[in-house]
T-cell receptor, first 112, second 112 residues
Framework: QKEVEQDPGPLSVPEGAIVSLNCTYS??????FMWYRQYSRKGPELLMY????GNKEDGRFTAQVDKSSKYISLFIRDSQPSDSATYLC????????????FGQGTELSVKP | SQTIHQWPATLVQPVGSPLSLECTVE??????LYWYRQAAGRGLQLLFY??????ISSEVPQNLSASRPQDRQFILSSKKLLLSDSGFYLC???????????FGPGTRLTVL
C-alpha cells in the first residue's frame, strides 16, 4: 500500500462546477499538508498549505484535512478553464525542511 | 524574492551519452535542495536531496549522481544515459524550518 493514494483521474467538469480532489494516507504521523498545481510541461506550484486538521480557504480554493480519517481534500468553487491542470497532494511529518510524500496527482479538465 | 532556475529546458540525448543538469536558487541562503523525476502521467520520484554543500542523500539506486558544489547550486549527472532515464526532471528548494518546497521550471529529457 502506498503511503499516499490519489485518484489519477482524469476528471472532466463543466465550467462553474465545484471540484473535489482527494487524497488518503496511511501514516498517522503526517501533520503538514500541501496542494500543488502543475500545468502541462511546467513545474508544480504551491497552492495551499495547512497544518493538522481543519479547513483553510483562499479565494475559490478550500483545503480540508481530516486526520481522524486520514483524508485530505481540495475544493475548487466556480471552476474555470484556467484551473485545468494536474493537482498533487503532499504531506510530511515534521516541519523541518525535510522530505515530502507526494500523491500521484489528479488531472483536471474544466470545459468551457 | 526567491527564484529557482533550471537548464537546459529541453534535452535530447543518445543512449550512453553523459548528462549534466543544473539548478540554481537565488534570494535565499543555505536552502535544502531536491532533484525529482516525473515520468509521463506519473507522480514525483525523489532522486536526491541535499541539506548543505557536499551533503547529498540518494533515494533511489540508479546510474544518476548529484553534486552541490556551491550553496545554491545543485547538479544532476550521469556518465552513461539509459532509455529509462527519459523524463521530466525537477529541482526544488525549501528552507530548513519549513517543509514547503518550491519547484523550478523543469528539464524535459528524452533519451533515444
Amino acid at each position: 500500500q502506498k503511503e499516499v493514494e490519489q485518484d489519477p483521474g482524469p476528471l472532466s467538469v463543466p465550467e462553474g462546477a465545484i471540484v473535489s480532489l482527494n487524497c488518503t494516507y496511511s501514516n498517522s504521523a503526517f501533520q503538514y499538508f500541501m496542494w500543488y498545481r502543475q500545468y502541462s510541461r511546467k513545474g508544480p506550484e504551491l497552492l495551499m498549505y495547512t497544518y493538522s486538521s481543519g479547513n483553510k480557504e483562499d479565494g475559490r480554493f478550500t483545503a480540508q484535512v481530516d486526520k481522524s480519517s486520514k483524508y485530505i481534500s481540495l475544493f475548487i468553487r466556480d471552476s474555470q478553464p484556467s484551473d485545468s491542470a494536474t493537482y498533487l497532494c503532499a504531506m510530511s511529518e515534521n516541519n523541518q525542511g525535510g522530505k515530502l510524500i507526494f500523491g500521484q496527482g489528479t488531472e483536471l479538465s474544466v470545459k468551457p | 524574492s526567491q527564484t529557482i532556475h533550471q537548464w537546459p529546458a529541453t534535452l535530447v540525448q543518445p543512449v550512453g551519452s553523459p548528462l549534466s543538469l543544473e539548478c540554481t536558487v537565488e534570494g535565499t541562503s543555505n536552502p535544502n535542495l531536491y532533484w525529482y523525476r516525473q515520468a509521463a502521467g506519473r507522480g514525483l520520484q525523489l532522486l536526491f536531496y541535499s541539506v548543505g554543500i557536499g551533503q547529498i542523500s540518494s533515494e533511489v539506486p540508479q546510474n544518476l549522481s548529484a553534486s552541490r558544489p556551491q550553496d545554491r547550486q545543485f547538479i544532476l549527472s550521469s556518465k552513461k544515459l539509459l532509455l529509462s532515464d527519459s523524463g521530466f526532471y525537477l529541482c526544488a528548494w525549501s528552507v530548513m524550518e519549513v517543509d514547503t518546497q518550491y519547484f523550478g521550471p523543469g528539464t524535459r529529457l528524452t533519451v533515444l
